[in-house]
Structures are given as structure tokens and as C-alpha cells.
């Protein structure tokens, strides 16, 4: 699901919201979050999941095309950590192995 998706379900689901209001509402909710994540702060979400900041410490990685060591230095990387909820409907639902 993209964002314009994300929209379009919004706007469908409720039929009182503009799809310019639907389009602000997303747009809002992504930017409150993206500005506690780049914050550090943690984002729980009850039955769908958290998402936090973890850190990735430096460390020393390989070139591979010259086979030259090269530092890598700290990241801080987003972290998704999907609920129980979540975590068992998606199991549920899961596609059997017949790709049809």
C-alpha cells in the first residue's frame, strides 16, 4: 500500500472527509511521526506496533570490488516492531503455498 492508497482507502472509508482532508490527515499523522522517530522518541501504536530508533554501532566493513577495509561509522536506523495483534492476523491470513 502506498500513500496515495493510504489516502484513497481514507477518503472511502469516510465519506464526510474531502479527499484534500484525507490527503492532509495522512500527510499529518507521517510527519508527527517522522518528527518523534528523528527525536528519538518511541511511537506505540496499541494492536499494530511500536516504532523506535536503534543503534548501529560502527564498525569496520569491506570494499568489495577492491577488497580495501573501509570504517563504517554509527547509524541510527528506524526500528518496526508489529503488535500481537498484528503479528497473529497477519498469521492467520496467511497465503498458502499455491502461488494462485
Known sequence: MTRSDLVEALAARFEQLTHRD???AVKAILDAMNDALVRGRRIEIRGFGSFSINRRPPRM???PRSGESVA???????HFKPGKALREAVDESAPSDDPD
Open 22 to 24: 484525507a490527503e492532509s
Open 61 to 63: 566493513g569491506r570494499n
Open 72 to 78: 563504517i561509522p554509527e547509524k541510527r536506523v528506524p
